[in-house]
Nanobody, 128 residues
């Protein structure tokens, strides 16, 4: 069982930077690929970014590539999503969810069904 807790969301202005954190419980953190998804009002949840269990591979949605950075630290069992300075847009407003899925050779990293555990989400609101 893995429990995930997101933090770091809030109200920011376009162009600001923000870092989301997701703390994971359990001793097998390295066995899990970690992903970030988001759901904007009136829209379906969508993939944002993911990182492999080893941390050696990262994956991004086209909409955030070059603007967001995913990373993880094993000492704190935490995965981060950094929204880089001058990159946030009002379209990034959404609830951001952290997810964990056991690493599989066939993972695409971007499909919700590949993730077994989900956090409760953290709201990010970007004003123009």
């Amino acid at each position: 069982q893995v429990q995930l807790r997101e933090s770091g969301g809030g109200l920011v202005q376009a162009g600001d930077s923000l870092r989301l954190s997701c703390a994971a419980s359990g001793r097998t953190f390295r066995s899990y690929a970690m992903g970030w998804f988001r759901q904007a009002p009136g829209k379906e949840r969508e993939f944002v970014a993911a990182i492999s269990g080893s941390g050696g591979s990262t994956y991004y949605a086209d909409s955030v590539k070059g603007r967001f950075t995913i990373s993880r630290t094993y000492a704190k069992n935490t995965v981060y999503l950094r929204m880089n300075m001058n990159s946030l847009k009002p379209d990034d407003t959404a609830i951001y969810y952290c997810a964990a899925g056991l690493t599989m050779a066939t993972m695409t990293y971007s499909a919700e069904y590949e993730y077994d555990y989900w956090g409760q989400g953290t709201q990010v609101t970007v004003s123009s």
